[in-house]
Protein backbone atom coordinates (compact mmCIF):
# COMPACT_ATOMS: atom_id res chain seq x y z
CA UNK A 1 0.00 0.00 0.00
CA UNK A 2 1.22 3.67 -0.83
CA UNK A 3 1.38 6.51 2.30
CA UNK A 4 -2.10 7.92 0.75
CA UNK A 5 -3.98 4.36 0.82
CA UNK A 6 -2.53 3.65 4.50
CA UNK A 7 -3.88 7.28 5.20
CA UNK A 8 -7.02 6.60 3.86
CA UNK A 9 -7.71 3.20 4.97
CA UNK A 10 -6.87 4.75 8.80
CA UNK A 11 -8.74 7.56 8.79
CA UNK A 12 -11.83 5.34 7.87
CA UNK A 13 -10.88 3.21 10.44
CA UNK A 14 -10.75 5.46 12.61
CA UNK A 15 -14.26 7.36 11.92
CA UNK A 16 -16.09 3.94 12.52
CA UNK A 17 -14.07 3.54 16.43
CA UNK A 18 -16.99 4.25 19.00
CA UNK A 19 -15.12 4.47 21.98
CA UNK A 20 -12.13 7.16 21.43
CA UNK A 21 -13.01 8.79 24.49
CA UNK A 22 -12.02 5.88 27.12
CA UNK A 23 -9.47 5.00 24.40
CA UNK A 24 -8.25 8.36 24.60
CA UNK A 25 -8.38 8.30 28.40
CA UNK A 26 -6.44 5.41 28.60
CA UNK A 27 -3.65 7.01 26.61
CA UNK A 28 -3.36 10.32 28.52
CA UNK A 29 -3.10 8.28 31.55
CA UNK A 30 -0.13 5.88 30.37
CA UNK A 31 1.70 8.95 28.99
CA UNK A 32 1.22 11.12 32.01
CA UNK A 33 2.60 7.66 34.26
CA UNK A 34 5.74 7.61 32.09
CA UNK A 35 8.55 8.58 34.11
CA UNK A 36 10.15 10.92 31.44
CA UNK A 37 7.18 12.55 31.49
CA UNK A 38 7.11 12.73 35.14
CA UNK A 39 10.26 14.07 35.08
CA UNK A 40 10.03 16.60 32.36
CA UNK A 41 10.22 20.24 32.89
CA UNK A 42 9.34 21.15 29.16
CA UNK A 43 6.54 18.97 27.09
CA UNK A 44 5.43 19.58 23.81
CA UNK A 45 1.98 18.32 22.79
CA UNK A 46 -0.23 18.72 19.75
CA UNK A 47 -4.11 19.69 19.88
CA UNK A 48 -5.59 16.82 18.44
CA UNK A 49 -8.28 16.52 15.62
CA UNK A 50 -11.24 13.86 15.18
CA UNK A 51 -8.95 11.36 14.37
CA UNK A 52 -6.49 11.78 17.15
CA UNK A 53 -6.83 10.52 20.53
CA UNK A 54 -8.09 13.78 23.03
CA UNK A 55 -4.49 15.66 24.13
CA UNK A 56 -6.62 18.29 26.31
CA UNK A 57 -6.60 16.44 29.28
CA UNK A 58 -3.26 15.84 29.19
CA UNK A 59 -2.55 19.29 28.50
CA UNK A 60 -4.52 20.30 31.75
CA UNK A 61 -3.06 17.87 33.62
CA UNK A 62 0.54 19.03 32.82
CA UNK A 63 -0.12 22.91 33.42
CA UNK A 64 -1.57 21.73 36.76
CA UNK A 65 1.59 20.07 37.29
CA UNK A 66 3.40 23.48 36.73
CA UNK A 67 5.34 22.31 33.58
CA UNK A 68 6.35 24.20 30.74
CA UNK A 69 3.71 22.82 27.85
CA UNK A 70 4.41 24.02 24.23
CA UNK A 71 1.95 23.73 21.34
CA UNK A 72 2.86 23.70 17.52
CA UNK A 73 2.07 26.18 14.96
CA UNK A 74 2.97 26.47 11.21
CA UNK A 75 4.13 29.28 8.92
CA UNK A 76 5.02 27.98 5.59
CA UNK A 77 7.15 24.92 5.46
CA UNK A 78 8.03 25.55 9.01
CA UNK A 79 6.68 24.57 12.72
CA UNK A 80 7.42 26.37 15.51
CA UNK A 81 6.00 25.74 19.00
CA UNK A 82 4.39 28.38 21.57
CA UNK A 83 4.32 27.95 25.19
CA UNK A 84 0.77 28.18 26.74
CA UNK A 85 -1.04 28.55 30.09
CA UNK A 86 -4.85 28.74 30.74
CA UNK A 87 -5.32 32.04 29.63
CA UNK A 88 -3.25 31.64 26.15
CA UNK A 89 -5.67 32.90 22.94
CA UNK A 90 -5.78 30.79 19.79
CA UNK A 91 -6.62 31.03 16.35
CA UNK A 92 -7.50 28.53 13.69
CA UNK A 93 -4.36 28.06 11.69
CA UNK A 94 -2.73 25.77 9.05
CA UNK A 95 -5.30 22.62 8.13
CA UNK A 96 -7.85 24.06 10.21
CA UNK A 97 -6.37 22.58 13.36
CA UNK A 98 -6.30 25.75 16.67
CA UNK A 99 -2.76 27.50 17.23
CA UNK A 100 -1.72 29.39 20.17
CA UNK A 101 -0.91 32.96 19.88
CA UNK A 102 2.35 33.96 20.96
CA UNK A 103 5.69 33.91 20.69
CA UNK A 104 7.74 31.22 19.90
CA UNK A 105 9.26 29.18 22.51
CA UNK A 106 12.92 28.79 22.15
CA UNK A 107 14.36 26.34 24.28
CA UNK A 108 14.82 22.46 24.27
CA UNK A 109 11.88 19.78 25.07
CA UNK A 110 12.49 16.88 27.31
CA UNK A 111 9.87 14.95 25.91
CA UNK A 112 7.31 15.36 22.60
CA UNK A 113 4.13 13.88 22.01
CA UNK A 114 3.67 13.17 18.35
CA UNK A 115 0.77 13.29 16.03
CA UNK A 116 0.79 10.22 13.54
CA UNK A 117 -1.87 8.44 10.94
CA UNK A 118 -0.36 5.40 11.32
CA UNK A 119 2.38 3.13 13.24
CA UNK A 120 4.27 -0.02 13.07
CA UNK A 121 5.90 -2.13 15.59
CA UNK A 122 9.34 -0.58 15.22
CA UNK A 123 7.84 2.50 16.18
CA UNK A 124 7.72 3.98 12.34
CA UNK A 125 5.00 6.78 12.09
CA UNK A 126 3.45 7.49 9.09
CA UNK A 127 2.38 11.35 9.59
CA UNK A 128 -0.22 13.47 7.79
CA UNK A 129 2.05 13.95 4.94
CA UNK A 130 3.56 17.22 5.25
CA UNK A 131 6.72 16.06 6.55
CA UNK A 132 6.89 18.74 9.49
CA UNK A 133 7.67 16.40 12.64
CA UNK A 134 10.02 14.75 10.60
CA UNK A 135 12.01 18.33 9.48
CA UNK A 136 11.54 19.53 13.58
CA UNK A 137 12.93 16.44 15.37
CA UNK A 138 15.43 15.77 12.88
CA UNK A 139 17.57 19.29 14.09
CA UNK A 140 15.82 18.91 17.72
CA UNK A 141 15.88 15.54 19.17
CA UNK A 142 13.79 14.61 22.55
CA UNK A 143 11.84 11.47 23.56
CA UNK A 144 9.43 11.13 21.24
CA UNK A 145 5.75 9.65 22.28
CA UNK A 146 3.33 8.58 19.72
CA UNK A 147 -0.31 8.83 20.38
CA UNK A 148 -2.16 6.30 18.59
CA UNK A 149 -5.77 4.04 18.39
CA UNK A 150 -4.24 0.63 18.17
CA UNK A 151 -6.58 0.34 14.96
CA UNK A 152 -3.86 2.75 13.33
CA UNK A 153 -1.00 0.19 13.49
CA UNK A 154 -0.41 -0.87 9.57
CA UNK A 155 2.88 -1.78 8.01
CA UNK A 156 4.02 1.98 7.47
CA UNK A 157 6.52 2.51 4.36
CA UNK A 158 9.62 4.01 5.62
CA UNK A 159 11.76 6.51 3.85
CA UNK A 160 15.59 7.89 4.97
CA UNK A 161 14.01 11.17 6.25
CA UNK A 162 11.26 9.40 8.36
CA UNK A 163 12.49 10.04 11.97
CA UNK A 164 11.11 7.28 14.37
CA UNK A 165 9.92 7.90 18.14
CA UNK A 166 11.44 6.24 20.85
CA UNK A 167 7.93 5.07 21.94
CA UNK A 168 3.78 4.59 20.86
CA UNK A 169 1.31 4.09 23.32
CA UNK A 170 -1.62 3.20 21.92
CA UNK A 171 -5.24 1.70 22.62
Known sequence: MTKTEIRKRVRSLIAGLTDKTEKSRLIA???????????ARTVALFMSTETEPDTSFI?????????????????????????VDRSTEYTVGAFGIKE?????FC???????????AFDENNNRLGHGKGYYDSYLSSHPCFTVGLAFAEQKQDVP????DVPLHKIISY
Open 158 to 161: VDPW
Open 100 to 104: PKGEM
Open 29 to 39: ETFLSLPEVRA
Open 59 to 83: ISELLSQKKTVCLPCVSGKDMFFVS
Open 107 to 117: GDFDVMAVPLV
